[in-house]
């Protein structure tokens, strides 16, 4: 009985095991250029303006979003808001388009701090296809100001200036790092399903047969 109970559960463990993380893009494991990036604003911020920034990816792999590193300061002494919310787009004309998703945080670093990174952990993150196009997009809420810093990499970069229609805003990639994890769908899952159920039913169908209750 004892052996047959270490096998569903070894059985259950294996079906419950957490799928295995990808890194979709990474812009950011190399470092960044500290105070140096492209302005991130709104238009109650000093500047005056609402700039969203995008960045353009495509993954290697499908897969869910499971988190997001990014490099977003804040200008405290000019605007002690840090407020962000980062948000993915797809497109299929080369620009943000449709948004399928989108988180709110608040930045912790500065341009006198170097080189840290903000962590996002989305619930139910958007899953992103294989070769496909999405845009990492950055903007400023209530009065902040600050930038997403550069990286010196090769990239596609994109800007919306006070709501207007989405342009190339040059070709150096942003400091930021997305993380999918893989969904385990079709038959993997199925066939995990079907082992656990079958071994549960076995195991039931012995006990009965133990205690009488069916024939030979």
Wanted: proline residues 4%; contains cysteine; neutral net charge.
């Amino acid at each position: 009985m004892k052996a047959s109970v270490f096998y569903l559960l070894s059985l259950s463990a294996l079906c419950a095991l957490p799928s295995k993380a990808d890194i979709a893009v990474d812009y950011l494991s190399n470092g960044y250029i500290s105070g140096f990036g492209t302005s991130v604003g709104t238009l109650t911020s000093i500047l005056g303006r609402d700039l969203r920034v995008g960045l353009e990816f495509r993954p290697a792999k499908d897969g869910k979003v499971s988190q997001i590193d990014l490099a977003v300061w804040h200008l405290p002494d000019i605007s002690p808001d840090n407020s962000f919310t980062v948000s993915i787009w797809s497109g299929s004309m080369a620009y943000p388009e449709i948004q399928l998703g989108s988180w709110d945080y608040n930045s912790t670093l500065n341009t006198n701090v170097c080189c840290g990174y903000d962590s996002i952990f989305p619930t139910n993150g958007p899953l992103l296809k294989a070769g496909e196009a999405y845009y990492l997009v950055v903007n400023a809420r209530g009065t902040t100001l600050g930038g997403w810093a550069g990286t010196n990499i090769s990239g596609v970069q994109f800007i919306s200036i006070n709501g207007g229609s989405w342009q190339v805003n040059g070709f150096e990639a942003l400091a930021a790092r997305v993380y999918t994890t893989s969904v385990p769908e079709g038959s993997g899952a199925a066939v995990c399903c079907l082992l656990l159920g079958t071994a549960v039913l076995i195991r039931s169908r012995r006990v009965r047969a133990a205690t009488g209750m069916i024939g030979s």
